[in-house]
């Protein structure tokens, strides 16, 4: 049972273009929801974190929009580069949950020139 | 340099010949966690651990035995390997419950069971 759904799967952009990456979860006790970047070879890097309290988040050029009555969140990224290609994973955990941080199945994302 | 340590970075063993994977961290947290992860299915929990010598089952721990008797360390250790436990393996830690703090993952291990 996927309880955090992620989509695409890939996603290719243009240089200067918006990358959106979508999330859907189930469980309404989640209440912490990251987005975790992979470059190959590595493991993944926190990138960016919400709660459920505000509706968006902004650091930089990747923004967390946050619709709790959905259950979906998603990842956008401003003015796309070449070195933003990787591969990303939203994540989700709530309290009691054991230190357990369920992850979605990832989205390649390949920016082009 | 604040860093989660994993070896080997690849392996690849024969059916039935135990293993273990070391992870080190430097960074005094408490939390740790083995992950995973296979393509098209994400990172899926193995293991985790809250502190020395306390550990509990994740999603996905049949096959898998792990021991925290240092704060530092969290060996993953498969008795018995099998070609269905051929994958990408990571190891994080985080300061606090439920990586609300940020996991630092590790390089991660490479493993083929033939």
């Known amino acids: 049972q996927q309880q955090v759904k992620q989509s695409p799967q890939s996603l290719i952009v243009q240089k200067g273009g918006i990358s959106i990456i979508n999330c859907a979860y189930e469980n309404t006790a989640f209440d912490y929801f990251p987005w975790y970047q992979q470059f190959p070879g590595k493991g993944p890097a926190l990138l960016i974190a919400?709660?459920?309290?505000?509706s968006e988040k902004k650091e930089g050029r990747f923004t967390i929009s946050f619709n709790k009555s959905a259950k979906q969140f998603s990842l956008h990224i401003m003015d796309s580069q070449p070195g933003d290609s990787a591969t990303y994973f939203c994540?989700?955990?709530?309290?009691?949950?054991?230190?357990?941080?369920?992850f979605g199945t990832g989205t390649q994302l390949k920016v082009e020139l | 340099e604040a860093q989660v340590t994993q070896n080997p970075r690849y392996l690849i063993t024969v059916t039935g010949k135990k293993l273990t994977v070391t992870c080190s961290q430097n960074?005094?947290?408490?939390?740790m966690s083995w992950y995973r992860q296979d393509p098209g299915l994400g990172l899926r929990q193995i293991y985790y651990?809250?502190?020395?010598?306390?550990?509990d089952k994740g999603d996905v721990p049949e096959g898998y035995k792990v021991s925290r008797k240092e704060k530092r360390n969290f060996p993953l250790i498969l008795e018995s390997p099998s070609p269905n436990q051929t994958s990408l393996y990571f190891c994080?830690?985080?300061?606090?419950?439920?990586?609300?703090?940020?996991?630092?993952f590790g390089s991660g291990t490479r493993l083929t069971v033939v």
């Open positions: 994540a989700a955990s709530n309290t009691g949950g054991g230190n357990k941080l369920t």
């Open positions: 651990s809250m502190n020395v010598e306390v550990t």
């Open positions: 960074m005094n947290h408490e939390y």
């Open positions: 994080a830690s985080s300061l606090g419950r439920q990586g609300r703090y940020g996991y630092t």
């Open positions: 919400i709660r459920p309290d505000v």
